[in-house]
């Protein structure tokens, strides 16, 4: 399945948070953009050094006007534990369950291994896609893209 293009409507869904809160994407249509950023896989070497740049600019990337929510296909548990131990305070999601379903629904999840690609779609009010970009598993995003995308829907 083709990753989810510019214009598109972004898929809804519902999952846990690390705090074992449900957290539903449609929830924040009207109200706030939302920068949805898969990745493979929490503890991971690449995955920690991303979410640390957005943790230690985190202005950047989520404000009154813009939600981050950072997905895996790790357990809510595991996803807390790195929360913790990683100072996060923002949400990581859990697609555990069914496993990759929403990785899937956005066309970022590699089947073959099991995981999410890095891809990343910045959702508007309205909850259309303004930003789409995917990465292959090793590769480190470039988060000026995001900042850009981001300026430019709070435009």
Not at 7 to 13: Q, R
Not at 56 to 73: E, G, Y
Request: hydrophobic share 40%.
């Amino acid at each position: 399945m083709a990753e989810i293009q510019v214009g598109a409507e972004a898929p809804d869904f519902t999952t846990k948070d690390q705090n074992n809160q449900e957290v539903t994407l449609s929830s924040f249509r009207g109200d706030k953009n939302v920068l949805l950023v898969f990745y493979p896989f929490a503890f991971s070497g690449v995955c920690t050094g991303e979410l640390c740049q957005v943790r230690d600019d985190l202005p950047s990337f989520q404000s009154d006007d813009v939600q981050i929510l950072a997905m895996s296909i790790d357990h809510p548990f595991a996803l807390k534990a790195w929360a913790t131990q990683e100072g996060y305070e923002f949400p990581l999601l859990s697609d555990f369950w069914q496993h990759g379903a929403i990785a899937q629904q956005y066309g970022v999840f590699n089947d073959k291994a099991g995981f999410a690609l890095r891809g990343t779609f910045l959702i508007d009010k309205q909850g259309v896609v303004q930003y789409a970009g995917v990465n292959g598993p090793g590769d480190a995003r470039d988060q000026g893209e995001w900042k850009a995308a981001i300026a430019k829907v709070a435009a």
